[in-house]
Structure formats: C-alpha cells, structure tokens
C-alpha cells in the first residue's frame, strides 16, 4: 500500500473514526488526540495489514485501543454543551440532543457496539474482531442495548407527558 492509498483510506473513515472515539472520549481534544495517534500507529504498522479490504476495521481497532489508552490515563470531564459542539459550529437538533442524552445513559460496552453496529453500519462479524469479543456477545450486548434504549426511550416520553399536562 503506497501513501495516497494511505491517505485516501484513512480520510474515507475519517467520519467513522470521529463517531467511535467520541462514544469511548467525551472531550474533542482527546478524541482529535486519539484519531491522529491511531493513523500514526497504523502507518507505522501498515506492513501487518494482510487484507486491505479490513484496512477501515483494523484502523476502527488502533482507535479503540487508543481511546481506552487515553481514557485511563488522562480522564477529562467535559459539559454536555462543548460535546454538542463540534469544531465547525455544528449545533446539534433538539432530538439528537436527547438521544445522546439516552445514549450515554447506556454502559459504554453496549453504547460502543450501537454506535459501531447501528452509525457506523459494521457487520457484528467485524465488531468483534475490532473489540475482540466473540461475535456472540455482540449479538447479546445490541440486543441488551435495544432494550434498555427503549426502556429509556419510554421513560423519556412518559416524563415528557407528565411535564406537559
């Protein structure tokens, strides 16, 4: 693989990159940390790649790792307002506002495996060679995670009901 190849792959999953770090890290100077300490280890590692077709699902797992690095050593807190924003002045709707609000209700083992499986569009074959987990336990954790999220989904709107009448 020559480095246009590289950068083209890597600037293809930048999106997915961004969703996966900011499910595991809240703040986006630690998610712009992990991204680019993931593509600098991938590229340092570019010869272990045997498939280039699973070049998005290995780099998605130097990411993981990476997060899970800088979560356990450098734990930052962040406000709910600065998540919402992204460096480009987005400002999120009322409605995806208060889905991430349900979302990080979730344990983070069932909310990295919505996010992966349901945003980003991975099979659960690939999620779990990226979280090394037995495909099984992906099935277990989305259905877990459908559950709860509508549980929680519910008990939103029937807040919601009370609040208003």
Same mark, same amino acid.
């Given at each position: 693989?020559?480095?246009?190849?590289?950068?083209?792959?890597?600037?293809?999953?930048?999106?997915?990159?961004?969703?996966?770090?900011?499910?595991?890290?809240?703040?986006?100077?630690?998610?712009?940390?992990?991204?680019?300490?993931?593509?600098?280890?991938?590229?340092?590692?570019?010869? /272990?790649?045997?498939?280039?077709?699973?070049?998005?699902?290995?780099?998605?797992?130097?990411?993981?790792?990476?997060?899970?690095?800088?979560?356990?050593?450098?734990?930052?807190?962040? /406000?709910?307002?600065?998540?919402?924003?992204?460096?480009?002045?987005?400002?999120? /709707?009322?409605?995806?506002?208060?889905?991430?609000?349900?979302?990080?209700?979730?344990?983070?083992?069932?909310?990295?495996?919505?996010?992966?499986?349901?945003?980003?569009?991975?099979?659960?074959?690939?999620?779990?060679?990226?979280?090394?987990?037995?495909?099984?336990?992906?099935?277990?954790?989305?259905?877990?995670?459908? /559950?709860?999220?509508?549980?929680?989904?519910?008990?939103?709107?029937?807040?919601?009901?009370?609040?208003?009448?």
């Amino acid at each position: 693989m020559d480095n246009n190849e590289f950068t083209r792959l890597v600037l293809d999953a930048e999106p997915t990159l961004y969703h996966i770090s900011k499910t595991i890290l809240k703040n986006d100077h630690d998610c712009a940390d992990a991204v680019q300490e993931a593509i600098i280890r991938a590229f340092g590692k570019i010869n /272990s790649l045997k498939d280039k077709s699973f070049f998005k699902t290995w780099l998605c797992r130097i990411l993981i790792n990476e997060c899970y690095r800088i979560y356990r050593f450098g734990k930052r807190a962040v /406000s709910y307002e600065e998540y919402m924003k992204s460096e480009q002045g987005y400002t999120a /709707s009322t409605e995806t506002t208060e889905l991430y609000a349900v979302l990080m209700k979730l344990k983070e083992k069932h909310r990295l495996c919505v996010v992966l499986h349901y945003i980003e569009g991975f099979k659960t074959a690939e999620i779990a060679v990226m979280l090394k987990i037995p495909e099984g336990t992906v099935k277990s954790r989305l259905s877990k995670a459908r /559950s709860e999220l509508k549980q929680l989904l519910n008990e939103e709107e029937d807040d919601y009901e009370y609040k208003v009448v």
